[in-house]
């Protein structure tokens, strides 16, 4: 479950909720970076709750080995790193989760999906999005990283690169409403065709997530 809120409250509320009936809880930099979001995410780590910290690092390979190191006292599941950030950048990632804390996952964020064709395009990209993250899924690889984030729509281009990654796709709707993102598709097709973590935020957080997580197991039935 994708928790996106800065609200501790209310991200407690989310968690006890629906917890016995998920793989884990996504936070990202809006929770992780409010006022007492780490001291948070630790304790919810103490609940022996899964947590997948979606950061999205990205910077100089000497930058995100150090900021991987720090985060030894959260101890997150899994970490997500951007593939853009290039192969020696995520070579250091996965030499700084190798000394820092073994279990940890970090999956790399290939093109987001809120992005589109013609979004490439206008930052310079004349490749696909499709061919855009096999591309940055082929350099995941080479640097040995647990698993990609990638849409729906990418998941076959992603397993014909390898058949060991993790492949965890957000962007799972229960209705054929885009919101902000543009490349969705509803969690039994994702599932059909391969994902093996599926990220639902709003469909679950919004209103009763008690309620609403019946409502996705329901649709996979």
Do not use: W
């Not at 979001?37 to 997948?52: L, T």
């Not at 647990?146 to 709707?173: L, Y």
């Not at 065709?193 to 409502?215: E, M, Q, S, Y």
């Amino acid at each position: 479950v994708a928790v996106d809120t800065n609200n501790i409250k209310r991200a407690t509320q989310i968690v006890n909720a629906t917890n016995k009936y998920i793989y884990g809880v996504k936070f990202g930099l809006e929770f992780f970076c409010s006022k007492g979001g780490r001291e948070a995410v630790k304790k919810f780590k103490n609940k022996n709750v899964k947590i997948f910290l979606d950061l999205k690092l990205k910077d100089i390979p000497n930058t995100v080995y150090k900021a991987i190191k720090s985060l030894k006292d959260v101890s997150p599941d899994y970490l997500t790193i951007h593939a853009g950030g290039g192969l020696e950048m995520m070579k250091a990632a996965k030499k700084a989760q190798s000394e820092t804390n073994k279990k940890l996952k970090i999956l790399a964020v290939t093109i987001l999906t809120s992005l589109t064709n013609k979004d490439l395009k206008q930052m310079g990209s004349n490749s696909s999005v499709e061919t855009q993250v096999q591309k940055l899924a082929q350099t995941a690889k080479l640097a040995k990283i647990h698993g990609i984030v990638c849409s729906a729509h990418e998941i076959k281009k992603v397993r014909k690169v390898s058949k060991n990654f993790e492949i965890v796709v957000p962007g799972i709707r229960l209705t054929n409403k885009v919101q902000d993102q543009k490349r969705v598709m509803s969690p039994k097709q994702a599932l059909k065709l391969g994902a093996t973590h599926l990220v639902i935020g709003r469909d679950i957080t919004k209103g009763n997530p008690k309620a609403n997580i019946k409502k996705v197991l329901n649709a996979l039935i």
